[in-house]
Each structure stands twice: as C-alpha cells, then as structure tokens.
C-alpha cells in the first residue's frame, strides 16, 4: 500500500472517488466512514454514486491500495457487503466526563492510514461536520481518554477538559461572546439516572408512555358568615287528653227553657186501648185439641223387595 500521508482526517475522506487501477472506472464517491468503536479503529468506507444519491456500497480499508487525490482499489471486485449494524460513525456523538458534565459532540476524528486506528477526536459544540470550522470552536480530544462507550455517547475520564488541544477559534469566542460547553452554567449536562442495566441497546426504539393526568387544583373557597337567628322562647307544651275528655271539658251554650206548646188531638185520632177478652174457664187444659181425632201418619212410598232367582251351580263331587 503506497500511502503519501501516515495519519488522515475524516473530512479528507469525505467526497473522494473511488477508482480501479485495472479498468480506470469510476465506482463511487465516499459518503461515510465506518468505525468498530471497541476496537476503535476504521473497517470500512461507504459510497454512492454521488455524494448524496445513488445506491449505498461499501469497500473494506483492506482492499484500498492508495490514497491521494482519489482513492484507488484493484478492480470492481473489492466491492464487498458488509454489515454496518455493528459499526458506528463516530458523527454527532456526545462527549461527557464521569461526573456528567459535557464536553461537546464528535466532529470528527483522525485515524492511521496503514492500521486504520483512530487516534484523536475533533470535538465542538455542534457535531455537524459541514459548518466551517472558522465559525464554531474546535478541540482535539486523545482516543485514549475514553472510559467507555454507548449508543451516541462517549464517556472519558474527569478533568480530561484540561487535557483539550484547541485547533480553532470560533468567531462568538473572538469577540468575547462565545464559551466552551463545559464552561457554559446556564447549559449545564444532567446525567440521566437511568442505570446501564436498564438502559436500551442501539437500535431499540423507547416505548411511549400515556401523558400523565392532570389534576386542577381545588378552588379555593370563600369563607362567608352565617346569618344571625333570633332567639325565641319555645311555647309550652299541651297536656294530651282525651276524646271524652274534651267533650267533657265542653259545656254546651246555654239555651232558652221553653215550655212545649201539646195541643189536644182529635177524638177520633185519640188513642184507645184494645180490649182484651179472657176464659173464665180456666180449669181445662187450654192446650187440649177441643175435636179428639185419632193422629193419621202419612204415607210412606218404600219400595217393595223382589227376590233374585240364584243360579243353580253344580254340586262339587
């Protein structure tokens, strides 16, 4: 491998042709650079067509045979499918300390050609590789103050801040405006709780929680005083009596004695009393039947019996 620089910068990388020594062919330009983040080393390079269209192909760095103005490979062959799932870009990762405070996001990095080691990181506050490096501030962090990594984040050890190499000027920073993101209070990174056991592989999507209720609070009530109540004596109870009682206790009016006024009745719609006529005979029995008759019984209709000839049955021998 004839290589004309011993270290490269992603960003070098970044819109380069991709061309056979054998055929002269044009293949592709690269758009993205693959990193085994374990590893921390470069396996593999993507291109399209164009820079932002055309089919996605990848070529593994062991099969690039120079790098220059182009990249050159041997033939069309060394196109190769390769699974990126494992890979990372390194691109717009965050950078914190152990104790949480945020350094900035991955910019870029700068790797050996030969080996495709990564050996330093360019950070910034923003990780968006096409804003020019005149506008924002950039640091150069070592891959090895790395502590450990996760899906978009790097940890690296506390106080390495004071370890940064700054490469360039921001123009907010030129004229007293601008601050590094670990000096910055009012933007100050929270670490989240959430333990590494529980935290989601890359790749996994969060599930999403129904909004929790709320609840208005009480309003608030007006305290109004009750009315004032005159005070007034109870009336005495009335003894219970009786029905006859009551009628007792009432004494009819008094009313005026008159004397009826009876006129005599007519004679003859006087009264007369019935004369009565009484047996001086009182010796015989009043209750004898005057006329002896002898007592007739009255006629009886009972049917008379007939007699049922019996069946003649043969005597038993």
Request: proline share 9%.
């Amino acid at each position: 491998m004839t290589i004309s620089e011993q270290f490269l910068q992603r960003g070098d990388l970044i819109g380069t042709q991709v061309i056979t020594r054998d055929s002269g062919r044009k293949l592709g330009v690269i758009n993205q650079v693959w990193v085994d983040i374990d590893q921390r080393s470069v396996v593999a390079l993507g291109m399209r067509n164009t820079l932002f269209t055309g089919e996605q192909r990848y070529i593994y760095l062991d099969s690039i045979r120079q790098i220059g103005d182009v990249v050159l490979v041997d033939t069309e062959d060394s196109l190769e499918p390769v699974n990126v799932f494992n890979y990372s870009t390194l691109i717009d990762s965050e950078v914190i300390t152990e104790t949480g405070e945020l350094l900035g996001k991955v910019r870029g990095f700068k790797f050996e050609v030969e080996t495709g080691k990564v050996t330093d990181l360019v950070i910034a506050s923003f990780g968006l590789p096409w804003i020019p490096s005149q506008l924002i501030s950039t640091y150069e962090l070592p891959i090895d103050e790395i502590v450990s990594t996760g899906p978009d984040r790097l940890i690296v050890f506390e106080g390495a801040e004071s370890r940064l190499n700054q490469l360039t000027v921001g123009l907010l920073e030129r004229v007293g405006l601008g601050a590094p993101p670990w000096e910055q209070e009012e933007d100050e990174y929270i670490q989240p709780m959430t333990p590494t056991s529980n935290q989601l592989p890359a790749g996994s999507r969060t599930p999403v929680y129904p909004p929790e209720r709320r609840y208005d609070a009480p309003r608030r009530q007006t305290y109004e005083p009750e009315p004032e109540y005159e005070y007034r004596e109870p009336r005495p109870a009335k003894a219970p009596q009786s029905y006859e009682e009551e009628n007792w206790d009432e004494t009819p009016p008094a009313r005026p004695l008159s004397r009826p006024n009876y006129q005599a009745a007519p004679e003859s719609r006087a009264y007369q009393e019935p004369t009565i006529e009484y047996d001086d005979d009182l010796e015989q029995d009043p209750w004898r039947n005057q006329e002896d008759e002898p007592y007739k019984a009255p006629r009886v209709n009972i049917p008379s019996s007939e007699k049922v000839k019996q069946k003649e049955t043969e005597p038993e021998y």
